[in-house]
């Protein structure tokens, strides 16, 4: 698969404000509908939503979207659940009620550790017997960073794994994972592919809480002047270029931004890669950014 045909389209703003270079808010309805023809049209075929964001779910299912196919992430089963399966299969049923179908491509858990809890072995049987029962054709996890998977029982096996992954964030590539997890078979989605929108914002807009990296941010700017390229091409050809990886998830907030991403998957990586990468958490986990 090339190009558009290996997108996913991200509806985290189809339910939330999301997004540090969001400067709409939550889309509109008709927005979404607009979004998702322009999408179809141009071979994104692969929609990533999660039961936690919002109304994202229920905007979708007012939409028009018999053409996709649809992952969604389970949120974090509460403490006090006493029972599992019963919590998870509610969840599930009430999520494909919201999107109007009857089973769904894929479910991810939306936090690797809770396999690791006592209820670790339940939750996993659970996801299971939804792939059994029809309503579920792929099971996985979302990680934040490969490390999660170190710890993972060799046990669990995944259909679908979906990771951070990015030009200043290479860790899924530079630990490992990313082959060894090809090896085993599984689906691999990479997300954040522009850190949120970091990496596309211009150098005076950049916020005075990423000073720290300033030196790293300049050296991102020169080199894409230097090889003539949009930020947007860049670090769309980056995950591209890999073929382990089997869909790029992008978040977009106006149909403007889609037809740009659109456009700029047609583009060729430069000879060079950009040399840089950031291992610091602080930057490369947008969850990090609120303490900065």
Known sequence: MHGTNRMALGTAQFGLHYGIA????????????????????NGISMLDTAIAYGESETCLGEADIQDFKLVTKL???????????EWVQ?????SLTRLGVGSVSGLLLHRSEQLLGTEGKALYQTLQNLKESGQVEKIGVSIYSPK??????????????????????RQLSKSGWLHRLKDKGAEI?????????????????????????????SKWYEWLLRNNISAVQAC????????????????????????KIIYATQAVMPNEVFPEYCEDEKLINPSNWRSL
């Open 22 to 41: 969001n400067k709409v808010g939550q889309v509109t309805r008709l927005t979404v509908s607009t979004m998702l023809q322009l999408a179809s049209a």
């Open 75 to 85: 949120p974090v089963v509460p403490d006090d659940c006493s029972d599992v399966n």
């Open 90 to 94: 509610k969840q599930v049923n009430e």
């Open 148 to 169: 999660e998977l170190d710890v993972l029982p060799s046990c669990y096996h995944f259909d679908i794994v979906q990771a951070p992954f990015n030009l200043f964030d």
């Open 189 to 217: 989605h990479v997300r954040s592919v522009f850190l949120q929108g970091l990496l596309l914002m211009a150098k005076e807009d950049l916020p005075i809480k990423f000073a720290p990296w300033g030196g790293l941010f």
């Open 236 to 259: 769309l050809a980056y995950p591209l270029s890999f073929s382990e990886i089997d869909r790029v998830i992008i978040g977009v907030d106006s149909v403007d931004q889609l037809e």
